[in-house]
Every structure is written in structure tokens, then in C-alpha cells.
Nanobody, 122 residues
Framework: VQLQASGGGLVQSGGSPRLSCTAS????????MGWFRQVPGKEREFVAA????????YYADSVKGRFTISRVNAKNTMYLQMNSLKPEDTAVYYCASGGSSWSPHPFDYLYWGQGTEVTVSS
């Protein structure tokens, strides 16, 4: 499975960009998937995760109520709708797949996208 993240860029505080993660290869719908983010000098941080069917979603407290994760298995694509962005949301956002079930831990995912950078200006 290869993952390609897109949708990042420079956004004003309060903005609402949507990140996409498109997968190639088989078994997309078999795996739980997640979004993580990382800033220089810090560990990769859990943002959100979604079950293989899309029926269950999980969020970090820092984004709960502002971000929405979703997936369309027929399109091999996962999304992260980001609303009410804050400067502290600035990071490189990574999509991940390959989990048997959702997890907030990066080491539970087998496949990673290259990351898309989101910069929130105040």
C-alpha cells in the first residue's frame, strides 16, 4: 500500500482546509487508518483515526470538535476536514494505514504517506 497525502498549505487562523490521503494497492478497506502530525523537534502526535468501515472515529482532545476524519473506500481515499484552525495546528500532517484496529500509536501502523505541511498564520 502506498499513501499520498495532499491538501496542505498556508492557511489563515480560523480556516478550514481539507486534507486527503489516497492509497494505491490492494486492501485499503481492510485497514484502520489515521492522521498524525509532527513539528520539528517533537514526536509524531496522534490526530485522528478511523475504523476500516468508517463507522468508528477517534480524535485527540486537542482537535475534537474541530476536525473530522472520514473515508470513502470505493475511492481508496481518507479525508481530514480541519475547521477553526489555530496557529498551534501548524505541522506536517501524515496519513497512516495498516492498523488492524484504530490506535493512537504510530508504531501500530504499517504504511505512511510522505506528509503534507499545514501552516496556520495568526
Amino acid at each position: 500500500v502506498q499513501l499520498q497525502a495532499s491538501g496542505g498549505g498556508l492557511v489563515q487562523s480560523g480556516g478550514s482546509p481539507r486534507l486527503s490521503c489516497t492509497a494505491s494497492g490492494q486492501s485499503f478497506s481492510s485497514y484502520a487508518m489515521g492522521w498524525f502530525r509532527q513539528v520539528p523537534g517533537k514526536e509524531r502526535e496522534f490526530v485522528a483515526a478511523i475504523s476500516w468501515s468508517g463507522a468508528s472515529t477517534y480524535y485527540a482532545d486537542s482537535v475534537k470538535g474541530r476536525f473530522t476524519i472520514s473515508r470513502v473506500n470505493a475511492k481508496n481515499t481518507m479525508y481530514l476536514q480541519m475547521n477553526s484552525l489555530k496557529p498551534e495546528d501548524t505541522a506536517v500532517y501524515y496519513c497512516a494505514s495498516g492498523g488492524s484496529s484504530w490506535s493512537p500509536h504510530p508504531f501500530d501502523y504499517l504504511y505512511w504517506g510522505q506528509g503534507t505541511e499545514v501552516t496556520v498564520s495568526s
